[in-house]
C-alpha cells in the first residue's frame, strides 16, 4: 500500500502562485507515474500534470507555462508549483501514484487539497 498526503492549497489572488506538496509513504519502492489530478465542484476529476519516474512530463493545455510538476524520487515526494493562478483554477487537488506489476496497474490517491483563486 502506499499512501499519499497533500498539502499546500489555500487561497490566493488571481496572478498569485502556490506550491502543493505530495508526500509519499508505505511500499513506495516501484512508484512509476505520480499525477496531480483537480476537481472542480460538479465537474469530473481532470488530469492537469504527470511526471514518470525518469522525469519526463506533461501537462494539461490548460496549465502549460504556468505549472510546473517535479519530483525528490529520494523523498518520495511530488510537488506542483502553480504560477499565474486564475479563478478557474479553483478546484479540490489530488495526488495520484501508480505501480505497474506485470499487466496490472495500481493506483493510489491522496484525500486533496482545496485552492481556491478568486479574482
Known amino acids: 500500500q502506499v499512501q499519499l498526503v497533500e498539502s499546500g492549497g489555500g487561497l490566493v489572488q488571481a496572478g498569485g502562485s502556490l506550491r502543493l506538496s505530495c508526500a509519499a509513504s508505505g511500499s513506495t519502492f516501484s512508484i512509476s507515474a505520480m499525477e496531480w489530478y483537480r476537481q472542480a465542484p460538479g465537474k469530473q476529476r481532470d488530469l492537469v500534470a504527470a511526471?514518470?519516474?525518469?522525469?519526463?512530463?506533461n501537462y494539461a493545455d490548460s496549465v502549460k507555462g504556468r505549472f510546473t510538476i517535479s519530483r525528490d524520487n529520494a523523498k518520495n515526494m511530488v510537488y506542483l508549483q502553480m504560477n499565474s493562478l486564475k479563478p478557474e483554477d479553483t478546484a479540490v487537488y489530488y495526488c495520484r501514484a501508480t505501480k505497474l506489476r506485470g499487466n496490472i496497474v495500481y493506483e493510489y490517491w491522496g484525500q486533496g487539497t482545496q485552492v481556491t483563486v478568486s479574482s
Open positions: 511526471i514518470t519516474g525518469g522525469g519526463i512530463t
